[in-house]
């Protein structure tokens, strides 16, 4: 396909006559008739860059869903053929707020939740531990978290992980505070009455 060059005028191709032949020097400009004129030289390419989602973790690129800008070269040669990336789109956008908005509805209704058992084990008042008594106000063994779990699903009917109950050392009779770790933001505090038999 041949392409159309048009044609230049003789004050212009004598411009270019006077000012870039036999000049051992590069080009110069000697404007003799008051015109004004301008070289243009090549340009430099625009990078082009793809705002992607990232579909699985990817090595000092990003984590598995986040937005980011790579070089459209390295999504079509990489990222593409190996399914660890897609192009972000409208829909997709859409679909993301709505995957977000549905795990922050959840964390919140989970953390409503851990509130609501807070209040009862902290309305309830001080459960009652009766152990073998010793010396003084010393009891044989030590009261634990399991005593404390089988307890509250006597009286609560409540399962509680014996894992989330932090219980100071009970070794004699009196008043403790266990705390259960019920959510990373709620902690709910519980009394406990040791009793000798």
């Keep these: 396909m041949a392409l159309a060059l ?3 005028s003789s ?3 004598s411009f270019l006559q006077q000012n870039f032949t036999g000049s051992s020097k590069g080009p110069t400009c000697n404007n003799n008739n008051n015109t004004s004129s301008f070289l243009v030289f090549a340009q430099k ?8 989602i990232l579909k699985e973790d990817v ?3 990003g984590k598995k869903g986040q937005l980011i800008d790579v070089k459209a070269g390295f999504y079509r040669n990489y990222l593409l053929p190996t399914g660890k990336a897609q192009i972000v789109t409208p829909l997709l956008l859409k679909e993301m707020k709505l995957e977000e908005e549905r795990i922050e509805a959840e964390k919140r209704r989970v953390k409503e939740e851990a509130q ?4 009862i ?3 309830v008042g001080a459960f ?5 008594g010793g010396k003084g106000k ?5 009261v634990t978290a399991q005593d404390l779990v089988d307890i509250i699903k006597a009286q609560l009917q409540r399962e509680v992980d014996k894992r989330i109950v932090e219980l100071p050392e009970i070794r004699e009779t009196g008043e403790y505070i266990a705390e259960l770790k019920l959510h990373p933001e709620v902690t709910a505090r519980v009394r406990l009455n040791v009793f000798a038999n």
């Excluded at 990078?47 to 992607?52: A, D, G, L, T, Y």
């Design 121 to 123: 084990f902290e309305t």
């Design 128 to 132: 009652k531990v009766k152990r073998k």
């Design 59 to 61: 090595a000092e690129v």
């Design 116 to 119: 609501q058992l807070a209040r």
């Design 6 to 8: 048009p044609s230049l």
């Design 45 to 52: 390419k625009a990078k082009k860059i793809r705002k992607i």
């Design 11 to 13: 004050t212009s191709s």
């Design 138 to 142: 010393l009891i044989f063994g030590s």
